[in-house]
């Protein structure tokens, strides 16, 4: 792997720049099928653009847009990223995570030596609030969600010289939601001493098609249900007396 960025910061924290990554270049993969054979993928190059907001102010962002070619199509990897920040006050954060990237060539292992090809999207959401109301109190919010989704675009095995040569094996499309939730209520009682108060909750589920409605995803992700759970902890600290 090859990695080169070149990036410009200004006074104000302000900063922008370019990143390049180049994979598989003169190499070969003895991971993908599991010890089946060595694999020789083709070479992949990508370059991203980011910028960062001043880190300063009520609203900050960092944002980052990739574009490159996939293992068998010249303009096979589009990227998206943002974290986009509000700080309205010293008590008051609120941060997010959004991320979305789609990937025309995604090799996985379907068994011995057979891989599946896959025209691959995914998407990742974050959200974070942090409250501090009063001294001594705390409240956290996190909230987690990542959907995926693959159609099959065809099956691949290995030669004897490691190149990937097209198979008749039937592959299967697929996709998955996950989401997870945790409220959290602190207080502390005196130095080392504090009360947990937490709520979470899980959900997962996985289809044999590509479901990329993601309203759809998301409702999933939070109706089949993993874990919930709710926890209260009090943490003490004893002192010797001398």
């Not at 302000?14 to 054979?37: A, F, P």
């Not at 590509?210 to 943490?235: I, M, P």
Request: aromatic letters at 14%.
């Amino acid at each position: 792997m090859i990695i080169a960025s070149w990036n410009v910061t200004r006074r104000d924290t302000r900063k922008w720049g370019l990143i390049y990554k180049g994979e598989n270049i003169g190499g070969v993969d003895d991971l993908l099928t599991r010890g089946n054979g060595l694999v020789r993928l083709p070479v992949t190059h990508r370059l991203d653009g980011f910028y960062q907001s001043p880190q300063s102010g009520v609203f900050r962002f960092y944002t980052q847009l990739g574009l490159g070619n996939s293992f068998f199509h010249d303009e096979g990897f589009h990227l998206f990223y943002m974290e986009p920040g509000f700080y309205p006050s010293d008590a008051v954060s609120i941060t997010s995570t959004l991320e979305f990237y789609d990937y025309r060539d995604n090799l996985i292992w379907q068994g011995g030596s057979l891989l599946g090809n896959f025209d691959y999207e995914q998407q990742y959401t974050s959200l974070n609030l942090n409250w501090f109301p009063l001294p001594q109190h705390e409240v956290r919010l996190k909230f987690q969600w990542v959907a995926g989704s693959g159609e099959a675009a065809g099956a691949y095995r290995p030669n004897a010289n490691g190149q990937l040569t097209p198979s008749n094996d039937p592959i299967e499309d697929f996709s998955f939601t996950d989401t997870a939730l945790q409220l959290r209520y602190k207080y502390e009682l005196a130095p080392l001493s504090e009360l947990f108060v937490v709520y979470s909750h899980g959900g997962s589920d996985a289809l044999a098609d590509t479901e990329r409605n993601l309203g759809s995803a998301l409702r999933r992700g939070l109706a089949e249900e993993t874990a919930s759970q709710f926890l209260v902890k009090l943490r003490y600290r004893f002192g010797i007396l001398d």
